[in-house]
Every structure is written in structure tokens, then in C-alpha cells.
């Protein structure tokens, strides 16, 4: 069974601080896997797509990392701010992006100014 | 949204009744899907659809029903079959290199 897990569920922290974000997924065969945020209420924006030929992908504070290998993948957030405050979902497709995706049940994350 | 347009935003539906949740997408991208999204579940899939005049049953399709008569539009009707019908609604559809695109929800309560 495709089964992605997200740890912690939630997660506090401190303005400024460096935080990692993790997503484990039973099924290595992946297409590609994606970080999305979600705020109270609202729908799902993404933040990154990582293919399964890449190792990471970059955008501004934030680095996605991808083991294919060991079936993992990390959120790095740097330098957080309050307006990081959001649950962080991640997602994993298998069907060359035709088909659904297989979500994690996301970690909340708080940080307080 | 990022051309994707769900509506209306909130529903509420009585006892018995059908329901229809809007989606419609200006980004002419040929798949477009259903996700339910409850509390301290992730999403799961209701229907997908591939191209226009088709759709597949996802993960837990029974109470619901689509159409997809157009590219850009994928309308989901809850009907009076789903027992359970309080959630939020996503609707997405998938890009360039497979990535996907979310729309705002609809939240839709029992009354």
C-alpha cells in the first residue's frame, strides 16, 4: 500500500530559528513528489516539485531534499518567520502525474515572534 | 488560484438533497481531479478525469458524481447517497512536469 507519513504532526518554534520538516513514502517508484503549504481554511499552494531524477530543489528560504532510495524527503526552512506559520503537506504521484496524488497528513507548524 | 476557480466557497446542504461544487480552469490543462480534505486526514481522491468526455472513480467515489462535457470545467455533485458529505472540497489540476494546482475549496456543511 502507498502510504506517505509526515513527522512531526506539529511542530513550535522560536522567530528565526532553522527548521526541518520530514515526509517518508513506503513506495520508492515514485514520479515526483511535492511540498505544499496550506493556511487555515484555504486551499493548497506549492511550494516545491521535485522530479525523481533530481536530489533537491531551491526556492528563496526553503530546500526540498529527495532520497528515492530510502523513501524520504525533507522541508528545510530557513531563518523562520511568523508568516511561515502554516501546515506543510506533502505528496508523492506514481503514474507519470496522471494520476492521484498520495498526501502525508501534514505537520502543523507555529512560530512565534 | 493560478486559473483555477472553485465555487461557491461555502454550501450547505439539507438532508436528502443533491448538491453541485463548481471548478472550472482557464489553463487548458487536459486532467483535472477531486480531493476531499478532512480534519486529520490527509486528502483523498474522488474522481479524475483525463480528458474530456471521461473520468475514473478514485479512492472513495461512492455518494458522488462528475461530468466533464468541457476542458474547462469538472463539476462534482454530492448526492444524497453520501452519508457523510461535511468536508472541504479541493479541486486540482496537473501542469507541466506533473505538478499540481490547487484551487481555493469549498467548504460544504450539512445543515
Known amino acids: 500500500k502507498q502510504e506517505v507519513t509526515q513527522i512531526p504532526a506539529a511542530l513550535s518554534v522560536p522567530e528565526g530559528e532553522n527548521l526541518v520538516l520530514n515526509c517518508s513514502f513506503t513506495d520508492s517508484a515514485i514520479y515526483n513528489l511535492q511540498w505544499f503549504r496550506q493556511d487555515p481554511g484555504k486551499g493548497l499552494t506549492s511550494l516545491l516539485l521535485i522530479q525523481s531524477s533530481q536530489r533537491e530543489q531551491t526556492s528563496g528560504r526553503l530546500n526540498a531534499s529527495l532520497d528515492k532510495s530510502s523513501g524520504r524527503s525533507t522541508l528545510y526552512i530557513a531563518a523562520s518567520q511568523p508568516g511561515d506559520s502554516a501546515t506543510y503537506l506533502c505528496a508523492v504521484s506514481y503514474q507519470g502525474g496522471s494520476e492521484k496524488l498520495v498526501f502525508g497528513k501534514g505537520t502543523k507548524l507555529t512560530v512565534n515572534p | 488560484d493560478g486559473g483555477i476557480t472553485q465555487s461557491p466557497k461555502y454550501l450547505f446542504r439539507k438532508e436528502g438533497q443533491n448538491v453541485t461544487l463548481s471548478c472550472e480552469q482557464n489553463?487548458?490543462?487536459?486532467?483535472m481531479y477531486w480531493y476531499r480534505q478532512d480534519p486529520g486526514q490527509g486528502l483523498r481522491l474522488i474522481y479524475y478525469?483525463?480528458?474530456?468526455?471521461?473520468?475514473q472513480k478514485g479512492d472513495i467515489a461512492e455518494g458522488y458524481s462528475v461530468s466533464r462535457e468541457k476542458k474547462e470545467s469538472f463539476p462534482l455533485t454530492v448526492t444524497s447517497a453520501q452519508k457523510n458529505p461535511t468536508a472541504f472540497y479541493l479541486c486540482?489540476?496537473?501542469?507541466?512536469?506533473?505538478?499540481?494546482?490547487f484551487g481555493s475549496g469549498t467548504r460544504l456543511t450539512v445543515v
Open positions: 478525469s483525463q480528458i474530456v468526455n471521461d473520468f
Open positions: 489553463l487548458n490543462h487536459d486532467a
Open positions: 486540482a489540476i496537473t501542469g507541466a512536469r506533473g505538478g499540481y494546482t
